[in-house]
Every structure is written in C-alpha cells, then in structure tokens.
C-alpha cells in the first residue's frame, strides 16, 4: 500500500456529463499528478500540481481542470465527458525533495457511455 | 505522444527462468524508472537509474541503461507467479512530466 488514496473506485458516466475523481496523497507529500491510462496503453501525463497551483500539463484540452486543496488532497474534474474519456485515471503525489519518486493511487475506472 | 517503448509488448516464462524487458525512448533524460502494474491497478515504482548510471540492482531486479542507445532493461531473475504483472518504464527529462511507455506484459506460469 503507498498510502494514495483514490475515489471513487469505479464510475460510468454518459456522454456531455461531467465528472469530479478525488485523491487523497501520501502523508508529507505536496506534489500530486494526475494521469489518465487507456486501455492497453501506458499511462499518459494530464497535470501536476504543487502547493496549490498547476506545475506543469500534458497534451489535454482545458475541459481537464484540476484542485489541490491545503490539506494536498485534489480533484480531476472532466467536463463536457467524450466516449473516449474512458480510461483508468491515476493520481501520484511525492515529496518537494522527492519529486521523481511518485507513490500511486489504485486508480478511478471511469466508463463513459 | 509517448516517450518510451517497451518490447517485447508480451512475454510469457516458466516460473524459475528469466525475464528480460526493454525500454527505448527518444529526448535525453535525467533518470529512468521502472514499474509494475497489476491487473490495471495502481503502479508500484520498482527502481530508478539515474543517467550517470550504468546499471543497478534492486533484489531479483536489474536494470541497465545505455544513453547513447537512448535504452534501459529490466532483468527479473528467478522469476514467480507473482511476478505476472505489466511493466512500464517512464523518463524524467528534468520538467515536470513523466512519460511512460506502452508496457510489457509479463506473464509467469507455475
């Protein structure tokens, strides 16, 4: 266990609607990234966050937005879901001094329908 | 796009042999990293090798890296069930994004 928590475990969705996927990061961590992983593939960089502000983004259009919360928790929030928002997304916080070493999350398997 | 690619895509063993995995990518790096995933669940990190490094052991793992080949491997020796998993390596090339590859699935039959 990396002490990464992730919710909701599993979500279906129809397509237009929108999605908020909570993360709870390891204890002393304040960087968080957020990753979405399709089926078959390896998992790809959506954003990072470090003491409350975006530090850094992948290729992902704007209707991918992200918080991170005082406390290091954060949420992914997708709207306007495609059928291709499918995918598991995964959150991976570490430490200032430890940035390359991630700790990751179960994952949120998000079906879009 | 994805930074690193992993070959072979599968792999299946006999439990005791040794798998070996390879990983190439494209832009210079600072340190690469190895990890496993099970059953499409979270990633564990299995080791890290910095640029300057040649190789490492972790346990059963060892991992190369050749810059000028822009490659790195993944050795298990002694390989078990529980072995069976996908493998994925990902590049820090110094930002802040991780690039991972498309994975090897690593099957060990008992």
């Known amino acids: 266990e990396t002490g990464v928590t992730q919710s909701p475990t599993h979500l279906i969705k129809t397509r237009g609607q929108q999605v908020t996927l909570r993360c709870s990061s390891q204890?002393?961590?304040?960087?968080v990234s957020w990753y979405q992983q399709a089926l078959g593939q390896g998992p790809q960089f959506i954003f990072q966050y470090y003491r409350e502000e975006e530090n850094g983004r992948g290729n992902f259009p704007p209707r991918f937005s992200g918080l991170q919360f005082p406390n290091y928790s954060s949420e992914l929030d997708v709207n306007a879901l495609e059928l291709d928002d499918s995918a598991l997304y995964l959150c991976?916080?570490?430490?200032?001094?430890?940035?390359?070493?991630?700790?990751f999350g179960p994952g949120t398997r998000l079906l879009v329908l | 796009s994805q930074q690193g690619e992993e070959d072979p895509q599968a792999l299946s063993i006999q439990e005791g042999e040794n798998a070996t995995m390879n990983c190439s990518y494209k832009t210079s790096i600072n340190n690469l990293q190895w990890y496993r995933q099970n059953s499409g669940r979270g990633l564990v990190h299995l080791i890290l090798i910095r640029s300057n490094e040649r190789e490492k052991h972790s346990g059963r793992l060892r991992v190369t890296l050749d810059t000028s080949k822009k490659s790195s491997s993944l050795l298990i020796t002694a390989s078990r069930a529980a072995d069976t998993a996908s493998y994925f390596c990902a590049t820090d090339s110094g930002g802040n994004q991780f690039y991972f590859g498309t994975g090897t699935s690593l099957t060990v039959i008992p």
């Open positions: 204890s002393g961590h304040n960087t």
């Open positions: 991976a916080s570490s430490a200032a001094g430890a940035r390359e070493t991630q700790y």
